[in-house]
C-alpha cells in the first residue's frame, strides 16, 4: 500500500513539474490543440484516437509527441495510423523545434502545405501511405537539415525536382509508389551520404539510371522497380561496393549482363526479373557470394546456366524461368545447403535429372534434397527420362511442379511436406501410389494429361486437398465413395478417363466444391440430382457418359443449383422433358448485373501459390474449345445429343446472362418461345435436329450479341426474319422446307419449294457417330462476340498450331484498326457503341476463322 501511495506521489510530482515547465510553451500548447480541432477521422470513433490531448495534462506526456527533456520543446510528433482523413494542418508549423515528423498510414489529401517550410530543425519527415497529389513538395528542399524524407505511396505527379539533389545530409529517400514521370535526374548523384534510394512503381518511362548513380558510394539499398525504365544497365553501378540489395525488375532495361555487376561484392538480392535483358550470365557474377537471391526470370538470357551459379554459397532463391537456358541444371545447385526455391521452369533445358544433378544422387546412394529447400519447380523445359518413385525421400520440399516436361515411368511419392504437388503434361505411368496418401497436408493434386492407369486410391479420402485433377489418363474402375463432410474440395476434374460406374453419393458432402468435371468417361446411372444442394457449384460437365433416364430435381431442396453457369450434360442418354425446375432456379444464369470480368478462384481465400487455373472444354459454335481460365460471367447450358422431347419451356428466357445454349439432336417439339427475345447476352444458340415447328419468333433476330445460330434440319415454316443479324448466317436454316426467305434460295410466295441441299458426307458420318460427334482436334476459337478478345482470347487453348499466329493476328488487328482509323472518338459515355464495335469484329474474325478451318 505504501508502495502504491508512493508511486501516486511521483507520478502526481511528475505531471507537476512536467505542467511547470510546459508553462513555458504555451504557442506549442496552443498549436497542438488547433492541430487536433483541425483533424478529422475516418470513419468517426466514439473515442477519438487522440482523445488524451487535453489542457488537464502536460503535452508532453500526450500519446505521439515527445519534448526533449532538457528544453520542453515539441522535438517529435507521431500521428501515424490514426484515419486521419483531411490535408496536412499548416499548424505544425508553429512547432518550430521539430526534428521528427511522422504522418505516414493516414488518408491526408491535398497538396503539402508551404507553411511547413519553416521546420529548419526537421531530420525525419515521413508521409507515406497517405492521399495527397500535386507536384512533388518543392518547398522540403529548404529543409537543410533532412536526413530522411519518405513521400512514397501517395498520388505526387510530375517529375524529380532536380533541387532534391542538394540535400548534404539526406540518407533516405523514397518517392515510389506515386505518379511521377520524366526522368530520374542526375543531380540524384549530389546525394553523396544517400544510404537508401526508392523510386519505383512510378511512371518515368524517360531513359534508365543515370550514370550519376555511380555516385552514390554509401548506397546499401536502390529500388527502381516497375518504373519505365530503358536503356542498359550502366557499368558505374558497379561501383556501389556497400549495395546489398537491388531492386531493378518489371522494367524495360535490355542489353547484356553488364559484368560489374559482379563487383558488387556485398550484394545480398537482386532481381532483374521481367525485363529485356539478352545474352549469357557473365562469369563476373561468380564473385557475389554473399548472394541469397537472384531473380532474372522473364527476360530474354540464354546459354547454361553457368557451373558456378550452384556453387554460390549463401544463394537460397534462384528465379530464372521464363527465359531461353539451355543444357543442363549446375551440379553444385545439389548441394547447396541454404538453397529453399528453385524455379528453372519455362526455359529449354534437358537431359535426364539423375546424371545431372548431385542432388539426385539419392537414386544410387540415398543423399536427399538440398535440406532447406523448400520449393522446386522444374516446369515447362525438355526433361526427359525417369524420376525414382523415392525421389523426394526425406526431403523438406514443399511445392514441386514437374509439369510440362517429358518425364516417364512410375510417379515418384512426394514427401510428407508438400502441399502443392503437379505432374501435369508428362508421360508418367503406372498406378497412382498409395503412398500419395501419406501427404496429409495436399492441398494441390495435378495428375493430369499423363498415362497413369488403374484405379483412384481410396486413400484419397485422408487428404485434405481443396484441388484434385486427374484428368486425360487411363484411370478405370468406380470412382470411390470418399467424400466425406469434412472435405475441403472445390475442383475435381476426372474428365478423359475410363471411369465406369454410378455416382459415388458422397460428393453430395463436398459443400466447397465449384468445379466438377467428371466428362468422357463411361459413368452410367441416372442424374445425380442430390448435387443440387451444393451451395457453391458454378461448373457441372457430365458431357459424353452413359447416364440415362429421367432428370427430376430432388422435392427436398426447392432452390437447385443456385450459382450453376456452366451446366453441360451433353452426349448422354438423357429422356423426358427438358429440367424446367433447374431452368427456373438457375440463379445465376438469371443474374445480369454479374458484368465483372473475373476468372473464377480469383477471390478464394484459400487460393494457392501458384494459381491452380479452373478450365473446362465447351462447345461452342460447334466446335470444342477447351477454356484454360473459367470467366465468371461466362454462361452455357449444352443438353444437346440425347433424347429430350416436348416443348422448350416458357422460363427460358428468364436466363438473361446466358451466353450459349445448345439443345441440339433431341427430340424436342412445339415452337421457340417468344421469351428468347429476351435473352440480350445470348451469343450463340444450337437447336438443330430437333422437331421444333412454327414460325422463328422476331425476337430472336433482334438479339444484337447472337453471332452464330444454328436451327437447320428442323420443321420451321413461314418467312426468315429479316435483320444484319441474321443476314450473316448462311447454313443456319437447311433442313427446313417450310422456311422462306433470305438466306435461303427459296422466296416467299413462291409453291414449288427446292429441296433441302443434300447432306454432306462429312455430316453424315456425324450422325451416323452418333455420342462420338466431336472432333476433338478439330478446335477453332469461337469464343464470344460480346466478351473482350483480350480478355478471352489469352484463356482459350487452340489444340492446333496456329493458336501463336491467330493471337498475333488478332493483336495486330485489333490495335492496328484502332491506331489507323480516322473515325471519330466516340463520347466517354457510348459504351453501347464501344460493344457495337467490338461485336462487329468478333462475329467477322470468327466466321473467319472458321471457314479457315474448314479449308484446312
Known amino acids: 500500500m505504501r508502495l502504491l501511495v508512493l508511486l501516486f506521489l511521483l507520478l502526481h510530482l511528475h505531471i507537476h513539474l512536467s505542467s511547470a515547465a510546459a508553462a513555458g510553451h504555451l504557442p506549442e500548447l496552443r498549436g497542438l490543440l488547433s492541430i487536433k480541432s483541425s483533424l478529422v477521422f475516418d470513419p468517426v470513433s466514439e473515442q477519438p484516437p487522440l482523445g488524451w490531448w487535453n489542457s488537464s495534462v502536460s503535452h508532453c506526456l500526450w500519446s505521439g509527441v515527445t519534448c526533449s527533456p532538457r528544453t520542453g520543446h515539441v522535438t517529435a510528433l507521431d500521428l501515424s495510423g490514426l484515419n486521419i482523413s483531411c490535408p496536412v494542418p499548416p499548424q505544425i508549423s508553429s512547432l518550430t523545434a521539430l526534428s521528427y515528423l511522422n504522418l505516414s498510414d493516414n488518408f491526408f489529401n491535398e497538396s503539402f502545405p508551404a507553411q511547413l517550410a519553416v521546420l529548419k530543425n526537421l531530420q525525419v519527415l515521413d508521409l507515406y501511405n497517405n492521399n495527397m497529389s500535386g507536384p512533388l513538395p518543392f518547398i522540403v528542399t529548404q529543409m537543410s537539415a533532412l536526413r530522411h524524407l519518405h513521400l512514397g505511396g501517395n498520388f505526387f505527379n510530375g517529375s524529380i525536382p532536380p533541387e532534391y ?335 465406369e460406374g454410378t455416382l459415388p453419393r458422397s460428393l453430395a458432402n463436398c459443400k466447397n466444391l465449384e468445379v466438377l468435371d467428371l466428362s468422357d468417361n463411361e459413368l452410367e446411372g441416372r442424374f445425380p440430382n442430390r448435387l443440387g444442394t451444393l451451395p457453391n457449384l458454378q461448373v457441372l460437365n457430365l458431357r459424353s457418359n452413359k447416364l440415362r433416364g429421367l432428370i427430376n430435381s430432388s422435392r427436398k431442396n426447392n432452390h437447385p443449383f443456385p450459382k450453376l453457369h456452366i451446366f453441360d450434360l451433353s452426349d448422354n442418354s438423357f429422356c423426358g422433358h427438358l429440367p424446367a425446375k433447374y431452368i427456373a432456379n438457375f440463379i445465376a444464369i438469371k443474374d445480369e448485373s454479374r458484368s465483372s470480368l473475373q476468372y473464377m478462384g480469383a477471390n478464394d481465400t484459400h487460393a494457392t501459390w501458384p494459381p491452380y487455373q479452373d478450365s473446362v472444354t465447351v462447345v461452342m459454335k460447334g466446335f470444342a474449345i477447351k477454356l484454360v481460365r473459367i470467366l465468371t460471367v461466362f454462361t452455357t447450358i449444352d443438353f444437346s445429343r440425347n433424347f429430350f422431347g416436348g416443348d422448350i419451356p416458357e422460363l427460358i428466357g428468364d436466363l438473361k446472362a446466358l451466353k450459349g445454349l445448345n439443345f441440339s439432336h433431341n427430340n424436342l417439339t412445339g415452337k421457340i418461345p417468344s421469351s428468347v427475345g429476351n435473352l440480350t447476352n445470348l451469343e450463340w444458340l444450337d437447336l438443330s435436329s430437333n422437331k421444333l415447328n412454327g414460325e422463328i419468333p422476331r425476337g430472336l433476330a433482334d438479339l444484337s450479341w447472337l453471332c452464330w445460330l444454328n436451327l437447320s434440319d428442323n420443321q420451321f415454316v413461314g418467312p426468315i426474319p429479316q435483320s444484319t443479324q441474321f443476314d450473316t448466317f448462311d447454313h443456319s436454316f437447311d433442313g427446313n422446307p417450310g422456311l422462306c426467305g433470305h438466306p435461303l434460295p427459296k422466296a416467299c410466295g413462291v409453291d414449288n419449294p427446292q429441296s433441302p441441299p443434300p447432306t454432306s458426307p462429312e455430316d453424315g458420318e456425324k450422325k451416323a457417330q452418333g455420342g462420338n460427334w466431336i472432333k476433338w482436334k478439330a478446335v477453332a476459337m469461337g469464343y464470344g462476340c460480346g466478351i473482350s478478345f483480350g480478355i478471352s482470347a489469352g484463356y482459350v487453348m487452340l489444340e492446333t498450331r496456329r493458336s501463336k499466329w491467330l493471337v498475333r493476328t488478332v493483336e495486330r488487328w485489333l490495335v492496328g484498326r484502332d491506331r489507323k482509323t480516322n473515325r471519330p472518338k466516340k463520347k466517354c459515355g457510348s459504351k453501347k457503341s464501344r460493344e457495337a464495335l467490338i461485336h462487329d469484329r468478333f462475329c467477322t474474325l470468327t466466321c473467319d476463322f472458321i471457314r479457315m478451318k474448314k479449308c484446312v
Not at 234 to 257: A, R, V, Y
Request: charged fraction near 15%; proline fraction near 7%.
Open 165 to 499: 539533389g542538394q540535400w548534404e545530409f539526406l540518407e533516405y529517400l523514397g518517392v515510389q509508389g506515386n505518379e511521377l514521370s520524366g526522368a530520374i535526374p542526375p543531380e540524384i548523384g549530389n546525394l553523396t551520404k544517400l544510404k537508401e534510394l526508392y523510386v519505383g512503381y512510378n511512371n518515368i518511362y524517360e531513359g534508365g539510371l543515370p550514370l550519376q548513380i555511380g555516385n552514390l558510394l554509401e548506397l546499401v539499398r536502390l529500388d527502381a522497380a516497375s518504373c519505365g525504365l530503358s536503356g542498359e544497365i550502366p557499368i558505374e553501378i558497379g561501383k556501389l561496393q556497400k549495395l546489398d540489395t537491388l531492386f531493378l525488375h518489371m522494367n524495360s532495361l535490355s542489353g547484356p549482363l553488364t559484368r560489374e555487376l559482379g563487383q558488387l561484392s556485398s550484394l545480398k538480392s537482386m532481381d532483374l526479373s521481367e525485363n529485356m535483358l539478352s545474352g549469357e550470365i557473365p562469369e563476373s557474377f561468380s564473385q557475389l557470394k554473399n548472394l541469397t537471391l537472384l531473380c532474372m526470370f522473364r527476360n530474354k538470357l540464354h546459354g547454361s546456366i553457368p557451373d558456378f551459379i550452384g556453387d554460390l554459397p549463401q544463394l537460397e532463391v534462384l528465379q530464372l524461368w521464363e527465359n531461353n537456358f539451355t543444357g543442363s541444371i549446375p551440379v553444385g545447385l545439389g548441394e547447396n545447403g541454404k538453397l529453399q526455391f528453385l524455379d528453372l521452369s519455362s526455359n529449354k533445358l534437358t537431359g535426364t535429372l539423375p546424371p545431372d544433378l548431385c542432388m539426385f544422387r539419392g537414386v544410387i546412394n540415398e543423399i536427399p534434397l538440398p535440406p532447406r529447400l523448400k520449393v522446386l519447380s522444374l516446369s515447362n523445359n525438355q526433361f526427359s527420362g525417369q524420376l525414382p518413385i523415392v525421389f523426394f525421400r526425406n526431403s523438406n520440399v514443399e511445392l514441386v511442379d514437374l509439369a510440362n516436361n517429358n518425364f516417364d515411368g512410375p510417379l515418384p511419392i512426394p514427401s510428407p511436406n508438400v502441399w502443392f504437388y503437379s505432374a501435369a503434361n508428362n508421360k508418367f505411368s503406372g498406378d497412382i501410389p498409395h503412398q500419395l496418401c501419406n501427404a496429409t497436408l495436399l492441398r494441390v493434386v495435378i495428375l493430369s494429361n499423363n498415362s497413369l492407369n488403374g484405379s483412384i486410391p481410396h486413400c484419397f479420402i485422408n487428404l485434405s486437398a481443396s484441388v484434385l485433377d486427374l484428368r486425360a489418363n487411363k484411370l478405370v474402375g468406380h470412382i470411390p465413395d470418399i467424400f466425406f463432410s469434412w472435405n475441403n474440395l472445390r475442383t475435381i476434374q476426372l474428365s478423359q478417363n475410363q471411369l
